[in-house]
């Protein structure tokens, strides 16, 4: 019994020596943290025995640590060929950093496992050496999902698994491997009319968006990643292969046992790691046309967004720039548009579908005091007119060259959007500081870049506290401290205050059961306890 | 006064495949590769469309040479607006020795058979780079040829045509009948819809072989071989600058 416990109690250790005395009831422990290059004591608090009490320590050997690593790795090379296992310090590194602010933590070792089965297999391996797993699809995360904040082994599945698996063309539906990106699919399948509308902005792999629940500037139509997925193939830290929807289900809908498919979507690799996922596709327009219009003041804009969703308008994009985000556009792409905030719009159906759209937002922005309408249909026209929204981030990277941006994400019925920014933008003001704002304004959403520097660390103390701040108003407001990006190692806290104590400590339960020992992507979404 | 505009479109390997070399070193492996229309011909369909939606033209003809699949182009074609197609069909086995030649005396049959007013190419194919059957299509019909056009506009006279070329942009204008090769910057091509996709089924395609327009298909090239680039070689760390300058010397890059 005890020996079946002990794996648990340590919490990133690896077991190296067991002794038993046999006059005491002693458990002569030696652990070790997985870390080749370092070694640490550890001291191993025994719960459950009489007495609790270090009798003894020593340091590890860096022998015994780069045995126990080294085993590790040969095993890890059995399954997926020693071409494929990587320590290499600058492949640790490129597998711990993602492309937001917050530094990641390299993992000790990379795999790139070729196959379902070889991702099955690295995880019985990780879990018999008690080691933690971190699934990598692109690296285009912005909440360092993937700092490997104690170590392990990084699973990279988008390397060698990247094959579009079926195309159902008259289903409109797709099976992608993880190292499909969502350009990818939308290349193969527009030669069938059909596309794949989720556009997070990054071209992110499509098993990657299921992981954190994405969504882009196409959900006010065509919905989220939560929408868009049937089925997806999990391995679990135990190795286990499941199908979330049913082994080969892809109807779209069902009654058929508990929705998995909704638990695994944005559970950002803490449950398990995608190695399919069968997602749905939608016909291209017939016709697109794109607007853009200026407004004196945000209420204006999120006014005329809230009429047109009211008149039933099918809007496929509505995109808020504040004025600071315009002065950023017509600075970095040679633009000349009013600095006052604007809505980029575009519409999606038949030819005169699109044209009475159009006529009745004109309208709408009209009565909110909006300013001229450019519109446009030809495709590099309608390129040109959002050429501002497509560079947005850039465009504020530019505005004070060599700072990086805490990028924020909150979500609230749109109702209650036209306050939150206005106070928002109060508040960054306030802090100093430079924010513009990129609103998914249709669902609510949107983003401020808080520009910082990176080697000012009280300014990126302000940029949090204004982030937080934000956070805890829209949780207030009936909304949630992240709408697309995930909570990743960032908003932990907050997700707490959101769901309560009891709502955590139900999630907490879920992982414990489908992750006993703590391995898959510690250290997000929520504490251990 | 509306034209006829004969597009000449390619079935090529796509260009996001990676591309193996077959065995015998005289082609590139195509069974079960991923073709799709060559990105060139895409942009020219494209120009004959928005030509048509300007009441420019009437009626577009979309042609590719090529064995069954090059049916799969056409429907392609049909399905982004173009009218009709013909299909002039090259048996597999003699597909590596059809050369830009060989499609240039169909493409000048074909333009004087359906009495057109602009062939319309893409200036080259991305799997032969040859950028040659426009110029050559012109040369057979003693038609004036405006290659490489970034943009294309009607004249009272005919046409007049902004060309890409390496000192920048040239214009120049050419009476009709005309060639013309459609470069990168003419356009964005549109996506096949569903509902044109379907439509494009009922479309006529019209089938035949280059014996049909007395064209004769033997090769004029012969491909002696077909290589992969040199493999990249390992490089070498050197310890400091006097390591690098020792080494440079000693690979003859010093003339000190």
């Not at chain 1, 170590?151 to 060698?160: A, E, Q, R, Y």
């Not at chain 1, 922005?365 to 560079?391: I, S």
């Not at chain 1, 934000?470 to 205050?497: D, F, N, P, W, Y």
């Not at chain 1, 510690?522 to 306890?529: A, I, L």
């Amino acid at each position: 019994a005890i020996m079946r416990g002990v794996p648990q109690l340590l919490s990133r250790a690896r077991l190296v020596r067991v002794g038993f005395s046999a006059s005491e009831p002693v458990l002569a422990v030696q652990a070790g943290i997985l870390q080749p290059d370092k070694f640490t004591q550890t001291f191993v608090q025994i719960r459950g025995l009489k007495s609790s009490k270090v009798i003894s320590q020593a340091p590890l050997t860096a022998v015994d640590i780069a045995d126990s690593g080294k085993q590790l790795k040969q095993e890890l090379e059995a399954i997926v060929g020693p071409g494929n296992v990587s320590s290499g310090e600058s492949v640790v590194l490129q597998h711990g950093q993602d492309e937001g602010p917050h530094p990641g933590k390299s993992p000790d070792i990379v795999v790139f496992p070729s196959s379902t089965e070889e991702v099955s297999e690295v995880c019985k391996i990780c879990t018999r050496h008690n080691t933690p797993i971190i699934p990598y699809g692109t690296g285009t995360g912005l909440e360092g999902g993937i700092s490997a904040v104690e170590g392990g082994v990084c699973v990279n599945v988008s390397k060698n698994m990247n094959k579009i698996l079926q195309i159902h063309q008259e289903d409109f539906s797709a099976v992608v491997q993880p190292g499909i990106s969502r350009e990818m699919l939308n290349q193969e399948v527009r030669s069938d009319g059909l596309w794949f509308p989720v556009d997070p902005g990054a071209d992110a792999s499509v098993c990657g968006m299921c992981a954190t629940g994405a969504s882009g500037t196409n959900a006010v139509r065509y919905g989220t990643m939560k929408e868009n997925c049937l089925n997806l193939e999990v391995v679990l830290a135990d190795g286990r292969i499941i199908h979330t929807a049913g082994i080969g289900s892809r109807p779209k809908k069902s009654s058929a046992g508990y929705n998995l498919t909704s638990l695994f979507l944005g559970s950002e690799g803490t449950l398990g790691i995608i190695t399919s996922a069968t997602v749905c596709l939608h016909a291209i327009p017939e016709s697109v046309a794109a607007a853009v219009v200026g407004f004196p003041t945000v209420q204006n804009a999120v006014d005329t967004v809230v009429m047109t969703l009211q008149c039933s308008v099918p809007m496929a994009r509505m995109e808020l720039l504040d004025e600071v985000q315009m002065k950023a556009c017509n600075e970095y792409s040679g633009l000349s548009y009013p600095e006052t905030p604007h809505l980029f719009l575009e519409f999606h159906g038949s030819e005169s579908e699109v044209e009475s759209q159009t006529e009745t937002v004109r309208d709408i922005a009209a009565d909110n005091e909006g300013g001229e309408f450019q519109w446009a249909v030809q495709q590099e026209d309608r390129t040109k007119l959002w050429t501002a929204r497509h560079r947005a981030y850039y465009a504020d990277i530019a505005l004070r060259p060599g700072c990086r941006s805490l990028t924020t994400d909150v979500c609230v019925p749109v109702s209650a959007l036209p306050d939150l920014v206005t106070a928002t933008k109060a508040d960054i003001a306030e802090h100093g500081l430079i924010g513009p704002m990129v609103g998914h304004v249709g669902d609510g959403n949107f983003h401020t870049m808080l520009l910082f520097d990176p080697a000012d660390p009280e300014e990126f103390r302000k940029c949090k506290e204004v982030a937080n701040k934000m956070a805890r108003s829209a949780i207030a407001l009936g909304g949630t401290c992240t709408g697309e990006h995930g909570v990743g190692q960032g908003k932990m806290v907050l997700l707490e205050e959101q769901f309560g104590k009891d709502g955590i400590d139900v999630m907490r339960q879920i992982k414990g059961a489908l992750d006993p020992q703590q391995l898959m992507n510690p250290g997000k979404v929520f504490s251990r306890n | 006064m509306a034209l006829k505009v004969l597009v000449g479109c390619k079935r090529v390997i796509d260009y996001a495949v990676k591309i193996r070399i077959k065995p015998d070193k005289l082609g590139v492996v195509t069974e079960g590769v991923k073709h799709s229309m060559n990105p060139f011909d895409e942009i020219a369909v494209e120009e004959a469309m928005r030509m048509k939606e300007r009441k420019l033209v009437n009626e577009i003809i979309v042609v590719s040479c090529g064995p069954a699949q090059a049916m799969e182009t056409i429907r392609t074609a049909l399905a982004m607006g173009a009218d009709r197609g013909i299909h002039v069909e090259i048996p597999v086995d003699k597909m590596d020795t059809f050369q830009p030649l060989h499609v240039s005396k169909v493409l000048a049959k074909l333009a004087e058979k359906e009495k057109v007013d602009i062939v319309m190419l893409g200036k080259l194919a991305i799997d032969d780079d040859s950028n040659q059957t426009a110029q050559m299509t012109a040369s057979l019909l003693d038609w004036p040829q405006g290659v490489f056009a970034s943009k294309i506009d009607k004249t009272d006279a005919g046409l007049e045509i902004i060309r890409e070329v390496d000192g920048g942009l040239e214009t120049i204008r050419t009476t009709l009948p005309a060639v013309l090769s459609a470069d990168l910057r003419l356009n964005e091509p549109r996506y096949a819809t569903l509902p044109n996709i379907m439509k494009a089924k009922k479309k006529k395609v019209e089938k035949m072989t280059p014996a049909d327009l007395g064209v004769d298909m033997a090769p004029r090239i012969q491909i002696v071989s077909v290589e992969d680039p040199p493999v990249r070689e390992a490089g070498q760390t050197v310890a400091d600058v006097d390591d690098l300058v020792a080494k440079l010397k000693e690979k003859g890059f010093s003339s000190a």
